[in-house]
């Protein structure tokens, strides 16, 4: 499992011409059972997306899909862990964990 963090290096103005692009890419994921979570940091210089299911070299070609990566609007910080415990609900994030 992997948290991907981003962070904006453009102007907002730049991040929000791309923002519906980038959702539709968030949908395509989510779909397809990568995407676990997602949204914007507080305050607003970044983002998260909670990842599962996917090696990290197929992570990196996911991430390469973002228009946010291919315009140069964010850089990624992407951590590996393994989850070991999760509340009431969440199980099936255990059953996919590495």
């Known amino acids: 499992m992997f948290i991907v963090l981003l962070r904006y290096v453009k102007p907002i103005e730049v991040v929000e011409s791309l923002v519906q692009e980038h959702r539709d890419y968030l949908d ?4 397809a059972g990568h ?3 997602s949204g ?3 305050p607003r ?3 998260a997306i909670l990842v599962q299911g996917l090696s990290r070299p ?5 991430l390469a899909e973002d228009p946010f990566h291919r315009e140069q609007v964010a850089q990624y910080e992407v951590v590996e862990f393994d989850a070991t ?3 009431s609900g969440f199980e099936t994030l255990l ?3 590495r």
Do not use: I, P, T, W
Request: a positive charge; proline letters at 0%; aromatic letters at 8%.
């Open 28 to 31: 395509r994921h989510y779909a």
């Open 35 to 37: 995407f676990v979570a």
């Open 40 to 42: 914007s940091q507080v």
């Open 45 to 47: 210089v970044g983002g």
């Open 58 to 62: 197929e992570l990196d070609a996911v």
């Open 85 to 87: 415990k999760v509340a």
């Open 95 to 97: 059953a996919r964990a």
